[in-house]
């Protein structure tokens, strides 16, 4: 498939007159995040930890988050949809949700709200900054946190009138336009901010069967607002207000893996949400602050597919599929297919904590402290419907079938920041939490589990001098087991039980050269207990082809052993240099996959699935004049498995990536380009059965989802 290569002209008059911009830095940035309790800049949180701010954001042309992780040390990213939709932080992490509901590993939080399973809405557009948080976040996030979180922060209101304009086009038809408002509404009272954005792609595939380039087309409106009343001197309360309407197709498969469909029934992969967080910060005195959190999201989504990834007729039946008589094989029987799956997500939260002041400090003034409260209400209602056509016959016969589970988490927590020394800080953090579940199916399969899980941490912080800071921490996550959904799961594996995860790790962030320097490295040892792996096994579906049966089992012991390593290092006014290194052992200890059916897998030593031994990144900024700018790097990680279930890989690989940005006046004009040498690289990975034509039968092999090609384009901001 080729392109339609994007031609673009800037006219000379944009460039013509005073150039007054001035893009070249003086220092590097310093980014405040939320990474616990207290905010805090990035060196000074005793937390392994990449930030991405809103420049990264402009010079790759980013539009959802999947467009920066490989910028993270070990965090992947598992597609299978139109958008990145799950997240592995040193390898733990879900890759897909089909019939079972999913407690993940890896939160994911914008302005607050809890996003956890739902990767799609992660769209960038007025984000001030994106936080990643590997290792277990157990005591301020609870069972999200248990590999890591990921925080994505709006930009907010501000006493100052703020107007900022964005419009892009690039290849494959891509185009997007959003433009953001924000200032006083009421003068030193009420502060108001809203954006909009669109987005559009015919996306990277064609579908030569419906002739037509569009059926993984991206089509994403994000609106977001921004209320912050300065009620007193003492109280702000923070109004955030989120809408989403995705319509995004998902045609992603093929036979010979190319991006050339011929499929017959494009999926679909939307999602329409309404949220809001109402936060309350409130200093009662010198020695207590109240902070409070109200969330609120509601959530369709529709996840659809052509199972068959085939035009019906496309395959003639053999003699034996059409006589009644015969003992047919269904493996060998072409067969058309449709997948859907609609659901309903509903969610609640009230968060309620207070912490120390000044004056507020225990156990004679060396103690910051923090207490708090949350509960959590979560309903997901699903209806699958599966259309299969009788191989006798072209009509469709749908088979349904629906689920409801529901969660509500309530917890405590705390913890005490004691100053031993001038230098030293013992951290010590502790989370209770009560969870319980209601699973109800239309096969009558239903559970009704609760139980009372613990987390936290306890760290040490050395602040050598201002320039140098060593931690070491203990942390304790988990999260919540779960039912197999499954009829055909045999009754002693119905359920799988919690898992708990002990990590160890101690690290260094430092400023050398006058600041000029900034590197952090941290080394890690994680231990998973009775670990949740999920796998699935193959069996013949009725009326031909293959079918799965997915399920998670505990695996005894899981060891994950790693580093990650972060430079940026501002070599001079004209140069600035960035890289980051990712090593990670994620092994499978003393497991054997148990028998569902009639057999069983044995994975014992093995890497466990999106989980690459290595993960880098390396590139730099060339401040050509005082509003020019080339910025350039390469990325790449190590092949990964893409299942527990198979031996079939992704491949390494190494992306190319770069962008030329003039800044005059107001204005700034980015072209830039991903994947420059157009490498082809993969997603999510299947091995199994599926073309008719394929050796005997439906042979088992390896299909892979291609990433996204090489794509060019021009970002053109205004900002007031």
């Given amino acids: 498939m080729k392109p339609n290569l994007l031609s673009l002209t800037i006219a000379s008059v944009l460039f013509s007159g005073p150039a007054i911009a001035e893009v070249t830095p003086e220092s590097l940035p310093t980014l405040l995040v939320n990474a616990d309790f207290r905010p805090a800049e990035a060196q000074d949180i005793p937390v392994s930890l990449t930030t991405f701010d809103d420049e990264i954001i402009e010079s790759r042309g980013a539009q959802h988050i999947e467009d920066l992780l490989n910028l993270a040390p070990n965090v992947n990213i598992s597609s299978g ?87 892009t086009l690039a290849d494959y038809d891509t185009r997007a336009v959003g433009i953001a408002v924000g200032g006083p509404i009421v003068k030193d009272r009420l502060l108001g901010r809203i954006s909009v954005y669109q987005n559009n792609s015919d996306g990277y595939m064609d579908n030569d069967f419906l002739n037509r380039d569009n059926t993984q087309n991206r089509d994403e409106l994000t609106t977001r607002a921004h209320l912050k009343w300065l009620a007193t001197s003492d109280l702000t309360i923070d109004l955030n207000l989120l809408h989403l309407n995705i319509d995004n197709g998902y045609d992603a498969f093929t036979f010979d893996n190319s991006r050339n469909s011929l499929s017959d029934q494009p999926g679909e992969d939307s999602q329409h949400t309404n949220a809001l967080s109402l936060k309350a910060d409130y200093r009662v005195n010198d020695a207590v602050q109240l902070q409070s959190n109200m969330t609120y999201s509601k959530s369709d989504l529709v996840y659809s ?16 599929c059409v006589d009644a008589d015969d003992d047919n094989d269904p493996y060998t029987c072409p067969y058309s297919g449709f997948d859907e799956y609609k659901r309903e997500r509903e969610n609640y939260s009230f968060e309620l904590r207070a912490l120390s002041n000044e004056n507020g400090r225990i156990f004679a003034d060396t103690t910051d402290w923090t207490i708090g409260f949350y509960i959590a209400d979560q309903r997901q209602d699903l209806k699958r419907t599966y259309f299969a056509n009788d191989i006798e016959s072209p009509a469709f016969t749908p088979y349904k079938e629906s689920n409801t589970y529901e969660t509500l988490n309530t917890a405590i927590y705390g913890q005490l920041d004691t100053a031993i020394t001038q230098k030293l800080t013992l951290i010590t953090g502790l989370r209770a939490e009560y969870w319980t579940a209601d699973y109800d199916a239309s096969n009558n399969i239903s559970d009704d589990p609760n139980e009372m899980m613990y987390g936290g941490k306890v760290g040490l912080k050395y602040q050598f001098n201002d320039d140098h800071l060593a931690f070491t921490t203990l942390s304790r996550g988990y999260k919540a087991g779960g ?229 060019i384009g021009m970002t053109v901001s205004y900002d007031y």
């Fill in 81 to 167: 949809a139109s958008r990145g939709q799950y997240f592995q932080i040193r390898g733990i992490g879900e890759r897909s949700e089909f019939k079972a509901p999913l407690n993940p590993s890896v939160g994911l939080y914008i302005d607050g709200i809890d996003f956890s399973r739902t990767g799609g809405a992660a769209t960038l557009f007025d984000i001030e900054q994106v936080e990643v948080l590997r290792g277990p976040q157990g005591t301020l996030y609870g069972a999200n946190g248990m590999a890591g979180t990921i925080n994505l922060k709006s930009k907010e209101a501000t006493e100052d009138f703020d107007l900022r304009f964005e419009s």
């Fill in 305 to 320: 597919y052509d199972d068959d990834w085939s035009y019906k007729s496309q395959f003639p039946l053999a003699p034996e």
């Fill in 483 to 711: 039912i197999n959904v499954d009829p055909r799961v045999i009754e002693s594996n119905r359920s799988f039980e919690s898992e708990y995860l002990w990590n160890l790790e101690a690290g260094l962030k430092s400023f050398w050269l006058d600041g000029d320097l900034i590197t952090s490295l941290t080394a890690f040892y994680t231990l998973r207990k009775d670990a949740q792996i999920k796998s699935s096994l193959q069996v013949p579906r009725d009326g031909g082809g293959t079918d799965f049966i997915d399920y998670f089992v505990n695996a005894e012991k899981v060891s994950n052993v790693g580093i990650e390593a972060e430079l940026d290092w501002l070599v001079n006014n004209n140069v600035r240099l960035f890289a980051s290194l990712g090593l990670l052992d994620a092994t499978l200890n003393d497991y054997e996959n148990p028998e569902l059916l009639d057999e069983g897998i044995t994975l014992s030593g093995r890497r466990i699935a999106h989980a690459p031994s290595y993960q880098f990144s390396l590139g730099g900024d060339y401040y050509i004049t005082n509003n020019w700018t080339l910025s350039a790097n390469v990325e790449g990680k190590d092949e990964f498995y893409f299942s527990n279930s198979h031996n079939a890989k992704s491949g390494s690989y190494a992306l190319v990536n770069a962008s030329l940005q003039y800044a005059r006046n107001n204005w700034k004009f980015t072209l830039w380009g991903r994947n420059l040498f157009d490498k082809d690289y993969y997603t999510r990975g299947f091995f199994w059965g599926i073309d008719p034509s394929a050796g005997e039968g439906y042979e088992d092999r390896k299909y892979v989802q291609l990433g996204d090609p090489r794509v």
